[in-house]
């Protein structure tokens, strides 16, 4: 490949990038929308707190699609990027939930076959 | 950049060296605005590093810190997007994916350390567990001996009634076990000093009593209708005393054993034969059994 054939591609490279404007982004578009239903699913709404999260990742996923109409990827894919933060954390927090509910258990059930034995 | 913008200060400065030097001071604070300072950093940065600061004193620093450091990256890469183009829309979605991923970790850390808890107290269960099984083998096993040593109580208080209801009349009353000896078996006439004979049976008496066991035994004399009622009354406490004390050099506690002259009260038989006579001069042995 010569020089004159590396400029050229090089100038039609940059014409396209500046003229095809930014992808529509759909992966992190369904990556948002599965990691929302993956918390769900962990049972982020039986938890306050991670409901939060999950309503948060579904209002920034609505935004998102409201941009990508609007020709805003540039906005949605970051937005989406927020989205998916939330729904992550939402599933972190129910599992927390979840394990500390577990262990609380544990604990008493011990408690109580103790004082059992303590008759 | 920075060098750039030094160098704009710079030319300012030197540009008003010629001029009042209050107007100078005003100026230059002016300037200092005017080129920027220090930009302020916005909420989502700041909540950011709030949180990163959170979750690394709490158990994720130990627990969960590969997702720490992750958050502290996103810290980092939202910090210089800030430093280097300001609190742009870009810096604000960066922080708060770096708040989120504190957050995470936090979570996680918290998460771990309840397992862990989890995991102990599991742990502690089946320890609890195994030990209330070995509490309940030997509480059963404690069972089973006393029921024993109630079983082997019973027969040798069995086999002893056995041996006494051969050399003495035995009977169960209200009042208690009633041994009942002969008078004629016991003391010759008159006399309160036990007979060689006498000695033998009260042998077997005493066996039979201290392998059985008993609350308290009662020695009570008794004596025919014939003579004074005090006499009576006066032989028939030295004969029960006498018995009682031979009794208590057989092993039978004397705390647990009285006497009592009961005279010519209470006859088993009728007075006007001899052969009556004979069965109410006796000596009777009340056995309070044990509860």
Known sequence: ?119 | MMRRSMRIVNGCISGFYAARPALIAASLATLMMACGGAAVPPQELLDARSAYAEAAKGPAADLAPAQLDTAKQSLQVAQQNFDEDGPNQKTKDLAYVAQRRAQIAAAEGGREKAERKRAAADKDLRNTQTQGLENYAKTKEALAAEKAARVEAERKAAVAMASLAEIAKVKEESRGVVITLSGSVLFATGKSDLLPIAKEKLNQVAKALTDQGFKAIVVQGYTDSVGSASDNDALSLRRAQSVRDYLVTRGVPSEKATAEGKGASNPVADNKTPDGRAENRRVEIVVTPEK
Request: aromatic share 4%; charged share 25%; hydrophobic share 45%.
């Open chain 1, 1 to 119: 490949m010569n020089v004159r054939t590396w400029v050229y591609w090089c100038i039609s490279g940059t014409m396209l990038l500046a003229c095809g404007g930014y992808p529509v982004p759909h992966d992190q578009l369904s990556a948002a929308q599965a990691e929302v239903k993956g918390a769900e699913v962990g049972g982020a709404n039986e938890n306050p707190k991670a409901a939060l999260h999950v309503k948060l990742a579904k209002d920034q996923i609505a935004i998102a699609e409201k941009q990508i109409a609007d020709g805003d990827n540039e906005e949605a894919e970051r937005t989406l990027v927020r989205a998916q933060a939330d729904a992550d954390l939402a599933l972190a927090l129910a599992k927390e939930a979840k394990a500390q509910n577990d262990a609380a258990e544990a604990s008493e059930q011990v408690g109580k076959l103790r004082k059992e034995i303590g008759k």
